[in-house]
């Protein structure tokens, strides 16, 4: 018997409705969880994400009449197969997609995080049969801290460069990761700066009303003394490129999950790292697959082996699927490869 979603080599296919989820290969009807460009790929004949991701898509993708717009829970029928979306808590926008035929629910969850950061939707758990997640932090060792704390430490950070006349330089993704700490930053201490490819994304959530505190674009025709004492973020990328050396006497901080790794930190040659992630913990993992109820799991982009072997030592029907997303990268990531450009 054919199952309600499988995996056909271009993404996660639902042969009854005939739509991809998420797919990495071009086909004509795909649902996106969100705008990260592992998800949201060129060439699709047809998009639907979230009202809150269309902007982020046609941002990424070009403005086009092909990317249509769902409110988070409202039902969609393709050829009686039932879908919605619901907050997954990843980014802004971000959803896991429900699929429901008949006695038959899966859970396709994107990427998500358990946290409530703030600005994105807080995830919600969905009751399935069949649940779909990524590993991407599935190893005990990876235990975040509330971002209040991490925040905090930020800020400390900020004000230590600041008297000692530094410009301070922090990585974050441009779509997410950035944003949720530009509202942790404390403007108190000066001013915040961004990356093009960072304010261009700001600007287009602030024209959607999303708040985000007040930054300043980080143009070449300021100098040093307009950046000495004030906070700079831009993508992950930027910090390994001449574009950081304008700033000549800084102190460079990655915002990273995989700051708890040891040794990341020095091998990135970054001078401080903050352990903030915009994925689920280990801890976070599990409590979202025991909400969900689901017996079956599929495990897909991170520690996969070892995490689905661990849910079957838990009773779980655990399977690992191959697939092109990503997990959280240090390195210049394919999702930050189109804001590069722009
Ligand atoms: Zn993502
Ligand atoms: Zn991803």
Redesign the pocket.
């Known amino acids: 018997m054919e199952r309600l979603l499988t995996f056909d080599g271009k993404g996660i296919y639902c042969p009854r409705a005939d739509v991809h989820i998420d797919p990495w290969e071009k086909v004509p009807k795909a649902l996106i969880t969100?705008g990260?460009s592992?998800?949201a790929r060129w060439g699709m004949g047809a998009y639907l994400c979230t009202h809150e991701s269309v902007p982020i898509l046609q941002h990424r993708l070009g403005k086009t009449n092909r990317i249509q717009g769902i409110a988070f829970g409202e039902n969609l029928f393709i050829n009686g197969v039932k879908f919605s979306f619901h907050p997954a808590g990843?980014?802004i926008g971000?959803a896991q997609i429900r699929v429901e035929y008949k006695d038959e629910i899966w859970v396709v969850s994107?990427?998500y995080k358990l946290a409530n950061d703030g600005i994105s939707k807080a995830f919600e758990p969905v009751k399935c049969h069949t649940f779909i997640t990524e590993s991407t932090f599935g190893l005990p060792v990876y235990k975040w801290q509330n971002q209040t704390a991490i925040f905090d430490k930020v800020n400390t950070w900020w004000r230590k460069n600041q008297a000692e006349g530094r410009v301070s330089v922090i990585t974050a993704y441009s779509l997410?990761k950035a944003q949720r700490l530009i509202n942790g930053l404390d403007p108190s201490i000066g001013k915040i700066y961004t990356h093009g490819a960072i304010e261009n994304t700001n600007s287009i959530l602030r024209e959607h009303n999303h708040f985000i505190q007040d930054t300043q674009f980080a143009t070449a025709s300021y100098n040093f003394k307009d950046y000495q004492g004030n906070m700079v973020v831009c993508p992950p990328s930027a910090a390994n490129s001449n574009w950081v050396k304008k700033f000549k006497d800084f102190r460079l901080g990655i915002a990273s999950g995989w700051m708890q790794m040891r040794g990341a930190r020095r091998r990135r040659a970054a001078d401080i790292g903050f352990i903030l992630s915009?994925h689920a913990d280990w801890n976070g993992l599990n409590t979202a697959i025991e909400a969900t109820g689901a017996n079956e799991i599929y495990v897909t982009h991170g520690f996969s082996r070892i995490y689905s072997q661990y849910l079957r030592e838990q009773g779980y029907d655990a399977k690992i699927v191959e697939t092109a997303f990503e997990g959280e990268r240090l390195d210049s990531t394919e999702?930050e490869k189109i804001d590069q450009t722009t």
Request: charge should be negative; hydrophobic fraction near 10%; proline fraction near 0%.
């Open positions: 969100h990260h592992d998800h990843h980014v971000s994107g990427d997410g915009d999702e």
